[in-house]
């Protein structure tokens, strides 16, 4: 396979991904929401060959790999591998999303890579919607990748390895609370301990409730929220990896949050109340209970991102 000529390359994309929260209790693989909490990533690259270099600052900065092995390198190889494009590269990356707390950040992470890779070529090999079918094969379920990119509160499902999805309303005034434990909880771990099977009984309660957290947002009647957030497929098995997860998701509600869950596959627990002064109440609340429990925690709180993600690309 021959390199890609260089006069038919862009010189730099820029992209800006918002955090995204996935299940809000009931929704498993399916319910995901963005939040105004960013990924930055610019991309360059030289007609010289050579190694990719990678600059972050902010989450992860001591922690993440840097070169090949990081997972916005790794995914902008799936669209153009170092055969294709052995030329330099260079990724910087100002990361504000927590990494391994249910956040989605693995989610920004691949799509930065592979739509950074896609706009590269103008997107003439790969177009911006098979660019997030292919995110969404990467990660496995699209509840993710799907409101990063589209933006706002979303369902969505594979169909035959593509992502069909739909944008749902919910109230304007609405504030997110993110309670974000010092622990980490890796998303594979909190996948692997989920049984196969589970009782019809479960089944019902969570579909049911799926449904009325979907038309409470819709209609916003929000005072359903805390019944319609209750959760018996995912988070009962996930309890013994979450530390402080009960006592956090009690004194949000005790403090007036309309309902509350955990955060994707956590350990991040998210809490609905109105924006404004009674998002950092229910944070301060959520905070003091993991505390209790023994665990350090900061809480963040946040609004619902309606853009999706940003794409910047120079000549």
Request: hydrophobic share 45%; with cysteine; charged share 25%.
């Amino acid at each position: 396979m021959s390199a890609l000529s260089i006069d038919k390359l862009r010189s730099c994309v820029r992209l800006r991904v918002p955090a995204s929260t996935s299940n809000l209790g009931p929704g498993f693989d399916t319910l995901g929401l963005a939040l105004r909490l960013y990924n930055e990533v610019e991309c360059s690259w030289f007609p010289e060959s050579g190694d990719v270099l990678t600059e972050i600052e902010g989450e992860g900065f001591a922690r993440l790999p840097r070169g090949e092995k990081n997972l916005v390198v790794q995914a902008f190889r799936q669209v153009l591998p170092r055969k294709r494009f052995p030329y330099a590269l260079r990724f910087k990356m100002k990361n504000r999303i927590p990494i391994g707390k249910g956040l989605g950040a693995s989610a920004a992470a691949r799509l930065s890579g592979v739509l950074a890779a896609a706009a590269l070529r103008d997107f003439r090999e790969l177009s911006i919607h098979d660019a997030l079918a292919r995110v969404c094969a990467m990660e496995g379920h699209p509840d993710n990748a799907v409101p990063a990119f589209h933006g706002g509160f979303c369902a969505a499902m594979l169909d035959k390895g593509r992502p069909q999805w739909l944008r749902l309303r919910i109230p304007k005034d609405i504030g997110v609370v993110v309670c974000v434990p010092e622990y980490d909880v890796p998303t594979d771990k909190a996948r692997s301990i989920l049984p196969a099977h589970v009782p019809l009984a479960d089944a019902v309660h969570n579909t049911s409730r799926l449904a009325m957290l979907i038309a409470s947002m819709e209609r916003g009647e929000l005072s359903y929220l805390r019944e319609a957030m209750h959760d018996v497929l995912h988070q009962p098995y996930r309890r013994p990896l979450m530390r402080g997860m009960d006592a956090a998701l009690t004194a949000s509600l005790r403090a007036g949050a309309f309902g509350a869950a955990l955060s994707g596959a956590g350990p991040a627990v998210l809490a609905f109340t109105l924006r404004g002064p009674k998002q950092a109440k229910v944070g301060r609340e959520m905070q003091k209970a993991y505390f209790r429990a023994g665990v350090e925690s900061r809480y963040l709180a946040l609004d619902v991102d309606t853009h999706g993600t940003r794409i910047e690309i120079e000549p």
